[in-house]
């Protein structure tokens, strides 16, 4: 008869979390520095709109 052991349980738990939280880790990171990025770009053209307006 398999005896199944709370410990034994527990870690694979534990491991099954790690496998599906590790994929949605690197998506989260991956999409966050996109959006960073593309603020980033929208901040240096303001700027650069900005200072061309001033030269004028």
């Known amino acids: 008869m398999v005896q199944f052991y709370i410990g034994d349980i527990i870690y694979q738990i534990i491991m099954f979390g790690m496998l599906i939280l590790i994929p949605i880790v ?3 990171l991956f999409i966050t520095l996109k959006n960073r990025r ?12 900005m200072l061309a307006e001033r030269d004028e």
Do not use: G, S
């Open 26 to 28: 690197c998506i989260v």
């Open 38 to 49: 593309n603020q980033l770009n929208a901040i240096e053209e303001k700027l650069d709109r």
